[in-house]
């Protein structure tokens, strides 16, 4: 209704305007689009003609070219008027004027005028774009300022109502800059005011709005599409700006040690991420990394010992090659893998068996390659050694010696250090440390008997083996090498050396001369061990030599004295009875035992059956009464004998007289001298006195020996009798330098007595000058006070006594 109202308007002013133009033909100006209908101008009136003939000649409007016909003719008012849709823009699209050339028909005469309708343009089409939406793609990477044409707007009308402009919808990123072309045309770009981010929005909707400059105006839109197309502009990020793992040593191969993981907010290949170890960080090549999955793998030895930490860089490429970098720091953590290590710093070895008690005879070290607990060692030796181990600074030990060394009992030491760590489960390790004990001369050298004793027969070759003597030295070497030896003594007034001899290095002791049994029947020699230490320890034994007796010794007969120098003669009274004792013969043999067993014998006589002696007494005694017819004198001939073998012998003759009185045989007083009489009679006194002293000393002794008893239970009186030696010749008494017998020989004297009933008798010396007998007598009680006064004493002190053990003769 607006419209038409306003192209009316319009229509009529523009009539007006042009009507005067017109001569035969008109124009006239219409704006477009006017109703079917409407009036355009009245054509009649201005042509002039009249308004009845026109039905009569048949006036018509025409077309030319047979166009369409857009008018026609009123024929009653001669209007022009509008009898089709005149569009401009389909008539006359964009120029600038736009005439409809009709033409008006009169017949009759035919008559022709020119009608030209210049169509005004009217706002009626709006600005319109050819595409719904334009899409636009734009790299995110555009810098400000880029420029993006966007389609035009077509608007069908022309001039002020074609496209005057346009606008953009209000956003973030563009600016819209309308420019004007050549021919006048406007266009819009996209100027860029604000980077895009495609990370950030990757699509946009503009609104573009065209307007034109109609009255109202009209306006058209269109959509635009952007699409932010990826730049590589983003960086791979990683999740952490550094990783860290921690991974136990010893971890197998292919254990996912941690995954990093780096995104890139691009898009496509320019987020695609490829992990890579920055080759320099990875030098063991000990961690593999996954290029895409960016998994971190064992690839090789894990060793804390080696290596506690590593630190790699790892860094994420996109597809196009920006690379950004993390730190990935991987902690070890240790595993009790490494067994403690003991070192032996230094050892004495071998360490004097001498060393005190505490005494540092090595330093250990031990080590452990793990760390904290598992590094913490404990160190210890076994038990039964004399060693232990002092903890002393970090990990050092000294092995202490804790008691006192004997080499001769060990002499090696295996000594076991363990050392075990605390890590769990523990690890240890030991070690065998050999120690020897070094020897000290501290043994002396110990005979393997307490005394050794000897025995050997009179007589025997110089030069030969008395006996053998050993002793032991536990000691090393020529600590412990034995080298015997004779200690220097005395035997006898003669240096001992002179009678034995020792092998230095076997213990075998020789006789150096041959030995006297009469003369010595026992000895001691000390022989002493000496090892060959500096200085050398020793220690001595008692050998003791005991000289065995050879027969070797004739028995003497002391009773009747020799024959030719002592010419005795025994009275037997004539009323003499069998079996009476007549006379005795006396007789000794310096060898002892067997060898001064004597037997008497009668070898021959006067008359064989009157007088007989007793085997071993000596005794001659009457086998029958005398008789008258008996001879006065009778002569016997008596063979003593020992029993050795072979036996010696002596004989001696007796002189008997069967007589009462010797004055009835004068003849005999020539054989006996006065002087010798009176020398027996010394004799006889001299016996007397031995005797009582004897008793005396016998009654001393008996109360000695009471004493004693009470004070000491054994007494070594063995039934033995002791008399001075003063008694018998020297030669039976062994008696050394100093006039003292060393030892209690059981000096066995077979003696014949001429009683039944005493066990023993004196023999009375047979030979003055030897030794007086007061000095004897003199001397020998203090020898008896001696012995009995010191009874608790060794057996050995000497005496002056030989005892005598008596033979009964029955
Ligand atoms: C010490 O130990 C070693 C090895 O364990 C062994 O060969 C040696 O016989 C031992 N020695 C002693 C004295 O035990
Ligand atoms: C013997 O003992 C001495 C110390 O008394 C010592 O010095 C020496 O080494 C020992 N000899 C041997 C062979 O062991
Ligand atoms: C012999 O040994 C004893 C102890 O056994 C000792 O008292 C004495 O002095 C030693 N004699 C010598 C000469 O070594």
Redo the contacts with the bound molecule.
């Keep these: 209704m607006g419209y038409g109202r306003f192209s009316l308007l319009s229509g009529l002013a523009f009539v007006f305007l042009v009507l005067h133009l017109v001569h035969g033909d008109v124009s006239y100006s219409i704006p477009e689009e006017m109703k079917s209908g409407s009036v355009i101008g009245n054509i009649a009136k201005d042509l002039g003609l009249d308004l009845g003939s026109l039905s009569a000649r048949n006036a018509r409007i025409d077309s030319e070219d047979n166009n369409v016909q857009y008018c026609g003719i009123n024929l009653s008012t001669g209007d022009l008027i509008v009898q089709e849709r005149i569009d401009r823009e389909v008539l006359c699209a964009k120029k600038a004027s736009c005439v409809v050339k009709q033409e008006l028909v009169l017949e009759n005469p035919l008559e022709l005028h020119r009608i030209s309708i210049r169509v005004q343009d009217i706002n009626d089409n709006s600005p319109q774009f050819k595409e719904g939406s334009l899409k636009l793609e734009i790299q995110e990477s555009a810098a400000k300022g880029a420029h993006f044409l966007l389609g035009e707007a077509h608007d069908g009308d022309i001039g002020e109502n074609a496209v005057q402009g346009y606008s953009l919808q209000q956003n973030d990123h563009f600016k819209l800059n309308v420019n004007t072309k050549a021919g006048g045309r406007k266009y819009g770009e996209l100027v860029l005011d604000k980077e895009l981010d495609r990370e950030d929005k990757k699509e946009m909707m503009l609104l573009l709005t065209a307007f034109d400059g109609g009255s109202p105006r009209r306006s058209g839109t269109v959509v635009i599409h952007v699409t932010v197309l990826d730049a590589n502009d983003n960086v791979p990020v990683f999740s952490q700006s550094a990783y860290k793992a921690s991974l136990p040593e010893n971890s197998p191969l292919d254990t996912l040690v941690i995954t990093v993981s780096a995104t890139d907010a691009d898009d496509g290949l320019n987020s695609q991420i490829t992990y890579e170890f920055d080759h320099v960080s990875n030098e063991n090549n000990v961690f593999s990394l996954h290029s895409e999955s960016g998994e971190v793998r064992v690839a090789g030895a894990i060793d804390y010992e080696k290596q506690s930490s590593y630190e790699m860089q790892i860094s994420a490429k996109d597809g196009l090659g920006l690379v950004s970098y993390t730190t990935l720091i991987i902690e070890i953590t240790d595993i009790n893998d490494n067994a403690p290590v003991i070192y032996l710093k230094t050892l004495t070895n071998p360490i004097p068996e001498n060393v005190l008690p505490g005494t540092e005879v090595g330093i250990i070290n031990v080590q452990d390659r793990d760390s904290e607990n598992n590094r913490q060692v404990r160190c210890s030796i076994q038990q039964n050694v004399p060693f232990k181990l002092v903890p002393s600074i970090k990990n050092y030990y000294s092995l202490v010696s804790t008691g006192q060394l004997d080499r001769e009992v060990v002499s090696d030491y295996n000594i076991t250090i363990s050392a075990t760590d605390e890590g769990s489960p523990p690890l240890s390790s030991s070690k065998s440390v050999q120690l020897s004990v070094a020897d000290i001369n501290d043994n002396p050298p110990v005979f393997e008997e307490q005394s050794y004793s000897a025995y050997v027969t009179e007589n025997n070759k110089p030069g030969s083996t008395l006996c053998s003597v050993a002793a032991r030295d536990p000691d090393w070497r020529q600590n412990g090498t034995v080298i015997y030896s004779v200690?220097a003594g005395e035997v006898n007034g003669a240096p001992v050396s002179s009678y034995v001899s020792v092998n230095g290095d076997t213990g075998v002791i020789h006789a150096v001369r041959s030995f006297d049994y009469e003369q010595l029947r026992s000895f001691k020699v000390?022989v002493?061990a000496r090892d060959n230490g500096s200085p050398p320890l020793?220690?001595?034994v008692t050998v003791s030599v005991f000289i065995s007796d050879v027969n070797d010794n004739s028995p003497q007969i002391l009773y009747p004295g020799p024959e030719g120098n002592s010419f005795m003669t025994e009275l037997v009274p004539k009323a003499a009875h069998g079996g009476s004792l007549v006379s005795k013969v006396i007789a000794v043999d310096a060898d002892s035992g067997q060898n001064a067993w004597l037997s008497y014998q009668i070898v021959k006589s006067t008359d064989p059956g009157l007088f007989s002696i007793g085997v071993h007494s000596g005794e001659i005694r009457t086998q029958r009464d005398i008789s008258e017819s008996d001879s006065i004198k009778q002569n016997l001939v008596v063979s003593v004998k020992d029993n050795g073998q072979p036996s010696l012998s002596a004989t001696c003759s007796m002189y008997l007289l069967i007589s009462d009185n010797l004055a009835e045989v004068p003849e005999l007083k020539d054989m006996s001298y006065d002087e010798k009489n009176s020398k027996l009679t010394s004799y006889l006194i001299i016996a007397l006195v031995s005797v009582s002293t004897f008793f005396l000393t016998f009654i001393i002794i008996i109360l000695g020996v009471r004493f004693c008893r009470r004070r000491k239970p054994r007494l070594l009186f063995d039934g033995a009798v002791a008399i001075p030696s003063a008694y018998l010749p020297p030669n039976y008494a062994d008696v050394d330098g100093t006039g003292t017998l060393r030892s209690t020989y059981n000096y066995d004297a077979y003696l014949t007595t001429g009683s039944r009933t005493s066990d023993f008798k004196f023999v009375s010396s047979y030979n003055d000058n030897t030794l007086p007998a007061d000095q004897t007598l003199r001397k020998s009680p203090t020898d008896f006070a001696d012995v009995f006064g010191g009874c608790d004493s060794s057996p050995e002190v000497g005496t002056h006594f030989i005892s005598l053990k008596s033979i009964s003769t029955r």
């Design positions: 200690l000390h002493m020793s220690s001595n």
